[in-house]
């Protein structure tokens, strides 16, 4: 065997330990990447979840409005009625008792909104706190996978580690939406 020969088999040897030794490294990489896409999908079904229930409460508000507008305008015609005078006195107490029916069906309506209202600011309150900690997670994996990856260009183990500490925080913020109630 020549002098040659004995070389380039070494540096085949030394080029193949050190592929063995950055597989962890790629292994690492991969996790990361189907991490920071689940959370990523997780963080945006979250804020789609926030946009519709606040849409719908939206809706209930606006419901609240009008049932407020309606009760107040029945009220001012009562009042109206009180002071004018009126020809068929009975009629006008009838019409009154009818709108002030209204307005006790009106009352007891608009407070049911008002709580389903409220019901459903809390949920957006709830999920927008919950796409918060899957977007810091999102974005500390993403660091993290970006880090771990400069090893592979570096051949230098301290970026691996640190890739991890990144990568921990985010797995830890995006498993933190499950203590939020």
Do not use: C
Not at 142 to 168: N, P, Q
């Amino acid at each position: 065997m020549e002098p040659n020969e004995v070389q380039e088999l070494q540096e085949h040897a030394e080029h193949a330990e050190h592929e063995q030794a950055m597989r962890p490294v790629a292994l690492t990489m991969t996790v990361l990447a189907v991490l920071v896409a689940v959370v990523t999908v997780l963080g945006h079904r979250t804020h789609t979840e926030a946009v519709l229930d606040q849409n719908k409460a939206t809706d209930v508000w606006g419901e609240y409005q009008a049932q407020k507008i309606r009760s107040y305008d029945t009220d001012l015609s009562i009042n109206l009625m009180k002071v004018l005078p009126l020809t068929d006195k009975e009629a006008t107490k009838a019409t009154a008792e009818e709108y002030r029916k209204h307005q006790a069906d009106w009352k007891e309506k608009t407070d049911e909104e008002f709580k389903e209202a409220r019901k459903l600011e809390a949920e957006v309150e709830q999920a927008e706190a919950k796409a918060v900690r899957f977007d810091l997670g999102e974005a500390l994996l993403e660091i993290g996978l970006v880090i771990t990856s400069v090893t592979l260009l570096t051949r230098k183990r301290a970026y691996w580690f640190f890739g991890l500490v990144f990568s921990l925080g985010g797995i830890v913020s995006a498993l933190s939406v499950l203590l939020l109630k």
